[in-house]
């Protein structure tokens, strides 16, 4: 998608992937310093660890405790500085908004998984008013610290531990099953039935369709796939590195050719 951005734009631009054990990887953001990149993009298990390996963090990095992009700037006394930023959590709310049509302000929300991941998610969706959310994680301590900090930071917002009893709105994945084909589905059908909500959102993109996903259309719910939530994310960190408007459909439909094409 950014490839196809840059030359929407005509920008003399490259993105890149390279594969980065964690250990290496503040050795990794030296070395495009030096290199002269324009900004990086991180994934898991990076976004953490890269908190404490910039010079200096943006307001989202600051409100949800991740890194996901760098910009390299140059400061006054004229070193290049790295910039971290979180472009993750905006993204998560467009993309339910813009692909299930989901009025977050007043939900209930359940949400499997409190990695990465589902503490940005949760802490994004509580920002956004939502009445009651649903925590579920395979370690129970770790949803508990999400819950916590919920509780501190958004205290009308109602948290719970576990599955809901009663009808939610909305069911989102965090986890990363359903990436591989033998993988289970990330919910327990037999604490929640897939009846009790009315939308599921997978942040997974591939497969396109993943088990849960397959499940909830049977069972007559609303879906989507975590491609709306990568396409806003990089759109957001092309306008940070470049200072252009993002030409978000080109962008869209370089996904889309990735993704359902293949």
Same mark, same amino acid.
Request: glycine fraction near 6%; proline fraction near 4%.
């Given at each position: 998608?950014?490839?196809?951005?840059?030359?929407?734009? #005509?920008?003399?631009?490259?993105?890149?992937?390279?594969?980065?054990?964690?250990?290496?990887?503040?050795?990794?953001?030296?070395?495009?310093?030096?290199?002269?990149? &324009?900004?990086?993009?991180? !994934?898991?298990?990076?976004?953490?660890?890269?908190?404490?390996?910039?010079?200096?963090?943006?307001?989202?990095?600051?409100?949800?405790?991740?890194?996901?992009?760098?910009?390299?700037?140059?400061?006054?006394?004229?070193?290049?500085?790295?910039? #971290?930023?979180?472009?993750?959590?905006?993204?998560?709310?467009?993309?339910?908004?813009?692909?299930?049509?989901?009025?977050?302000?007043?939900?209930?929300?359940?949400?499997?998984?409190?990695?990465?991941?589902?503490?940005?998610?949760?802490?994004?969706?509580?920002?956004? %008013?939502?009445?009651?959310?649903?925590?579920?994680?395979?370690?129970?301590?770790?949803?508990?610290?999400? &819950?916590?900090?919920?509780?501190?930071?958004?205290?009308?917002?109602?948290?719970?531990? #576990?599955?809901?009893?009663?009808?939610?709105?909305?069911?989102?994945?965090?986890?990363?099953?359903?990436?591989?084909?033998?993988?289970?589905?990330?919910?327990?059908?037999?604490?929640?039935?897939?009846?009790?909500?009315?939308?599921?959102?997978?942040?997974?993109?591939?497969?396109?369709? !993943?088990?849960?996903?397959?499940?909830?259309?049977?069972?007559?719910?609303?879906?989507?796939?975590?491609?709306?939530?990568?396409?806003? %994310?990089?759109?957001?960190?092309?306008?940070?590195?470049?200072?252009?408007?993002?030409?978000?459909?080109?962008?869209?439909?370089?996904?889309?050719?990735?993704?359902?094409?293949?």
């Amino acid at each position: 998608m950014h490839n196809a951005a840059f030359a929407k734009l #005509g920008l003399n631009w490259r993105y890149l992937a390279f594969e980065v054990d964690p250990k290496n990887l503040r050795a990794a953001i030296e070395g495009a310093r030096t290199m002269n990149f &324009a900004g990086l993009n991180f !994934t898991v298990p990076h976004k953490l660890l890269a908190m404490d390996m910039v010079d200096a963090l943006d307001a989202s990095a600051k409100k949800f405790g991740a890194v996901n992009t760098i910009k390299f700037e140059a400061a006054r006394n004229g070193k290049c500085r790295a910039i #971290g930023f979180n472009t993750d959590a905006d993204a998560i709310i467009t993309a339910l908004d813009e692909d299930l049509k989901i009025r977050l302000r007043g939900a209930k929300v359940l949400l499997l998984g409190a990695g990465g991941a589902g503490r940005t998610a949760a802490l994004r969706l509580a920002m956004a %008013q939502v009445a009651e959310l649903f925590l579920v994680n395979r370690t129970r301590s770790k949803a508990e610290v999400v &819950a916590r900090e919920i509780k501190k930071r958004c205290p009308s917002v109602k948290v719970s531990i #576990g599955y809901p009893k009663t009808k939610i709105d909305l069911l989102l994945n965090a986890t990363s099953l359903g990436l591989k084909p033998s993988d289970p589905s990330p919910l327990d059908e037999t604490k929640f039935s897939l009846k009790q909500t009315r939308a599921v959102y997978d942040m997974i993109y591939r497969p396109a369709e !993943t088990r849960l996903l397959a499940a909830a259309k049977k069972s007559g719910c609303k879906t989507a796939n975590g491609l709306g939530m990568l396409l806003y %994310q990089g759109a957001k960190a092309f306008e940070i590195w470049t200072g252009k408007r993002a030409p978000v459909p080109v962008m869209r439909l370089a996904l889309e050719k990735n993704i359902y094409d293949r």
